[in-house]
């Protein structure tokens, strides 16, 4: 999506450089093309979020555990992966060190421990690695956690870890409705010059968002933002297991989702194209903070940004009438959640 900005920009400026709105005609055709492309590759790809989690006793500084992904059912692109553990508003981060161990031949690639806040910190725990690599269909990638320097002799919970994959899986070919659908983008791509910019605002449906402090309305406080059902809306009110839900408005063309923002803290959740059926986190439930982080400790006790953005591993193809639909189910490993009501945006590009 970088490379998509400065086309756009590179298209923009030559637009300018002959006093005109519209590009030159070969700089648009390429454009274009590059914008086609862009389509045809969301088609192909699906994003899929494969979590390693687990619930261990509380560990010495010579202890070791190791977790394992679920076996998947086809093969997919391995682009990266983040990190979470125990509860982000006591320790911001995975104490202790970790590995990841490949499947052969690939095993070669991790031999050593990482201490996760040199290759994860400052400002997220989500990382895209240098260079993808391909995880075959029902095999395992192990993570090893231990605790050795510099962390040793330090006490270390290890109540809630979880690690989650950014993979991409590739579709085998097109149906007879995604060459529907690229069809339509073409229409839509040699109707205009460049790409916009779309939010999709996921919220619960038929919902009143009320302030924590003073349970007064926000303003456009219907239909706007995410709310758990239990009254007063205050956020230490809502108990631990409580469930609710958000949706985007229906897409009515064709939308290449990107990323998304969500303030959300000490909730998981399931997210699923309405249109597809496809599960981007595999029909699980995963912790938010594992996606992405958005509350990063820069001084002690003060939380910042409010609003994390996270960038999807691949876009995804939105089709017309289709929504994205998420759960959110409270599990904080206090009896709380941080935030009631929160904001989720999903930000799109048309084709």
Known sequence: M??????????????????SFSPPPDVA??????????????????????????????????????GYTRPLQRDVIVLGCSLMSFDERVENRLAGEFRLRLPEPQEHLSQNYIFPAMAFAPATYSIFFPAP?????????????????????????????????FCAA??????????????????IINDTDYQRRVLLNSATINSIAKTSQTNSPFYSNVN???????????????PKGSLTHSETRIADIPLLVIGLALNACGESV??????????????????????????EFTVFTTRSPYYAY?????????????????????TDLASQTAFNPEYMVWECLQP
């Open 224 to 238: 706007n933002m995410v709310v758990y059902p239990q009254q007063p809306l205050s956020s230490v009110a809502v």
């Open 29 to 66: 055709r390429d454009f274009k093309r590059s914008r086609l492309n862009a389509v045809s590759r969301a088609l192909g790809l699906t994003n899929t979020f494969v979590s390693i989690d687990g619930h261990f006793a509380q560990a010495d500084s010579r202890a070791t555990f190791t």
């Open 133 to 165: 690599f391909i995880l075959k269909a029902s095999e395992q990638i192990a993570i090893d956690f231990g605790w050795n320097a510099p962390q040793a002799n330090r006490t270390t919970n290890t109540h809630n870890i979880e690690i989650v994959l």
């Open 2 to 19: 970088q490379q998509a900005y400065h086309r756009q920009l590179d298209a923009m400026i030559a637009a300018l450089a002959i006093d």
């Open 170 to 187: 590739v579709k085998d070919c097109l149906a007879s409705d995604d060459i529907d659908i690229l069809t339509e983008a073409t229409r």
């Open 310 to 330: 996270f960038r999807l591993p691949v876009p995804h193809l939105l089709r017309p009438g289709a929504t994205l639909y998420t759960e959110h189910l409270n």
């Open 270 to 295: 399931r997210i699923t194209d309405t249109g597809t059926g496809h599960s981007f986190t595999l029909g699980s439930f995963v912790y938010s903070h594992a996606l992405w982080y958005p509350e």
